[in-house]
């Protein structure tokens, strides 16, 4: 039936409806405590044209002591006028759960004595009680001092319909704080079991990581460490040096795509003077800085094979030699490399040396996409949020439950930088204590087009990888190579090849 067609009394029923649907979307949406309170009373005093009001909630669980959480126009002495006075409206609304709605307050026989009422003037008072199954957790206070409003008996099915909305999405944001506490508290033993406390995951693969992991610090094999760019390899090597016995010692990183192979060949073992042009003094090379502690070598795929050569001989020997000298130098380090590439692929094709490969490859260690663990995307989120709220000083407190479910589809190939990144934007955007699904401001993913990825050349996939990383950051080509883990100069490169 059309609202047109309606009497009087089905038009006032379907309003009703219709104002208890939107109250549901609104604190539904509220998964904080506080923010929570503060809507439902903001609710309450617009549904009653009231002046004044507080939301009280018991203590504890066990406790029967009830506490003010939020309250709107009241001083604490007030409040202390009204919930102190034992036979206040309050105290029989908490004991009976039975609600109070008093349209003149003054002249009711039950209450025109009661010493709050008198010196504060109250004129009207709504009192609903807060329950789950029975079981009282609380109580909505209203009043108005100068005006009576809509204080009257026929809004009292409303506001207890209103009252049990309430409670429940009450419920529902504690149950959602237990959890989140209880996640916090589960990351802090696995961090203090592992040791790894930058390494957040409780999915099965990344118990499988923590596992490898563990079992590397005191040995000195190679690692190889394969998975997606942005899954934290080079986090994952520091975790497996500074928990290691050469913890002490040094820990050098390169990434090996960076740089030409000349000048990387010099980057890596050092230049004697006048070896080549520029060489205007000697030089010692990232292999001697690393002396008894570990290097850590992303991208070993992007190495040429003469580099490749000499790398293994580090391996084998543990000696290098500085490019245009022949004296030999001992170095003993760790070798940790990593890859996004199929390295055994690389071998099949002559672009990299099989007995290289079987060297660094001693303990393989593969780090799983984020996609695969969606489990952890949640705790990961949050850890991110307390890093970056904490160090704007933001008063950004949580996600809004769509937000999470946003975060936990989307398929990040970018991985954890990219929600990493994703977080620290969101934080910034964000204008209320929750993080919106629009902070975000996530890319569409999951197209027709991306389910013939499978079909796909790795070129092709590696310019839609970009084109996405660009799209994500808005063309901000820095923040697209920090998600891509590439330099700026590769980037640069790849968008004037493929022009995009």
Not at 1 to 24: G, T, Y
Not at 108 to 136: F, G, M
Not at 417 to 423: A, P, V
Request: glycine share 6%; with cysteine; proline share 2%.
């Amino acid at each position: 039936m059309k609202p047109e067609a309606m009497s009087r009394e089905e038009k006032k029923q379907f309003d009703a409806v219709e104002a208890l649907s939107e109250i549901a979307q609104k604190i539904n949406t509220i998964q904080e405590i506080k923010p929570l309170l503060d809507e439902i009373l903001v609710l309450g005093l617009d549904e009653l044209a009231a002046e004044r009001g507080f939301v009280l909630l018991k203590s504890g669980e066990t406790g029967e002591a009830f506490e003010v959480e939020t309250s709107r126009n009241l001083s604490e002495n007030q409040i202390s006028d009204i919930t102190q006075i034992s036979s206040s409206v309050i105290r029989n609304v908490l004991s009976s759960g039975e609600a109070i709605l008093l349209f003149e307050a003054e002249k009711d026989p039950r209450y025109r004595t009661a010493e709050s009422i008198v010196i504060q003037k109250i004129k009207s008072i709504a009192c609903i009680p807060l329950s789950i199954k029975n079981r009282q957790i609380g109580a909505i206070y209203l009043d108005s001092v100068s005006k009576r409003s809509r204080f009257t008996q026929e809004n009292l099915p409303f506001l207890t319909a209103f009252a049990n909305q309430a409670a429940i999405a009450i419920e529902n944001a504690r149950l959602y704080q237990a959890l989140r506490n209880e996640n916090r508290r589960l990351r802090g033993e696995v961090q203090r079991i592992h040791g790894f406390d930058e390494i957040i995951g409780r999915s099965r693969e990344m118990e499988e990581v923590f596992d490898v992991m563990s079992r590397l610090l005191d040995t000195d094999a190679s690692v190889l460490i394969e998975g997606e760019s942005g899954t934290g390899k080079e986090l994952v090597a520091r975790a497996i040096h500074y928990n290691g016995h050469r913890k002490d010692k040094p820990f050098m990183a390169l990434f090996c795509g960076a740089l030409p192979g000349s000048l990387l060949e010099s980057e890596l073992f050092g230049h004697k003077k006048g070896s080549f042009t520029g060489a205007v003094t000697d030089k010692r090379g990232l292999f001697e800085a690393a002396d008894g502690g570990t290097f850590f070598l992303d991208e070993i795929g992007d190495l040429n094979l003469d580099i490749q050569t000499k790398l293994l001989r580090v391996l084998q020997e543990g000696e290098i030699r500085r490019v245009g000298d022949n004296k030999v130098i001992k170095v003993d380090v760790r070798i940790i490399s990593a890859t996004n590439k199929t390295l055994t692929d690389l071998v099949q094709t002559g672009e990299f040396r099989e007995d290289l490969y079987y060297r660094l490859n001693t303990i393989p260690l593969l780090l799983p996409a984020l996609r695969n663990r969606s489990s952890d995307v949640p705790l990961l989120a949050h850890h991110f949020l307390d890093k970056f709220a904490a160090r704007s000083r933001s008063e950004i407190t949580g996600f809004e439950r769509d937000t999470v479910e946003a975060l936990m589809t989307h398929d990040w190939p970018g991985n954890v930088r990219e929600l990493e990144n994703t977080i620290e934007r969101a934080v910034v955007m964000a204008r209320g204590k929750l993080i919106s699904r629009q902070d975000l401001r996530l890319p569409a993913t999951g197209t027709q087009e991306d389910s013939f990825a499978g079909s796909l050349t790795l070129q092709e996939l590696t310019r839609r990888a970009v084109k996405q990383a660009l799209d994500a950051e808005e063309g901000n080509i820095s923040a697209a190579a920090k998600i891509l883990d590439v330099s700026r100069r590769w980037l640069h490169y790849k968008i004037k090849e493929w022009e995009l």
